[in-house]
């Protein structure tokens, strides 16, 4: 959910390589990015194939690009089934 147009450009910009890399992680069952109605809001609905992969998917995202460049935009997440 970002703020303003410089926080969705940032998303606009790193997102396609998020995107890639995470769908090439061990255990990604799926992983999908889209843009709602809402310019500056994306859903994002993910499937991992248990626990241990989400949290290595999560390790991995903080250390990478896209999680400094959006470190500061905020989340607001539904986590099931861990």
């Given amino acids: 959910m970002c703020r303003d147009e410089r926080e ?6 790193h997102l396609p390589c ?6 090439a ?3 990604c069952r799926s992983f999908s990015v889209t843009r709602t109605e809402d310019r500056l809001v994306w ?3 993910e499937v ?6 989400f949290r290595r998917h999560q ?7 896209w999680g ?3 470190a500061g935009i905020e989340r607001d997440y539904c986590i ?3």
Avoid at 8 to 13: C, G, H, I, K, S
Avoid at 48 to 53: E, L
Avoid at 59 to 65: C, D, H, L, Q, T
Wanted: avoid cysteine.
């Fill in 48 to 53: 991992f194939d248990d626990a241990a992969s």
């Fill in 59 to 65: 390790e991995r995202v903080r250390g990478s690009e």
């Fill in 25 to 27: 992680e061990q255990g």
């Fill in 80 to 82: 099931t089934g861990l």
């Fill in 8 to 13: 969705a450009a940032l998303v606009d910009t």
């Fill in 68 to 70: 400094i460049v959006t």
């Fill in 18 to 23: 998020h995107v890639e890399l995470t769908r």
């Fill in 43 to 45: 859903g994002v609905e």
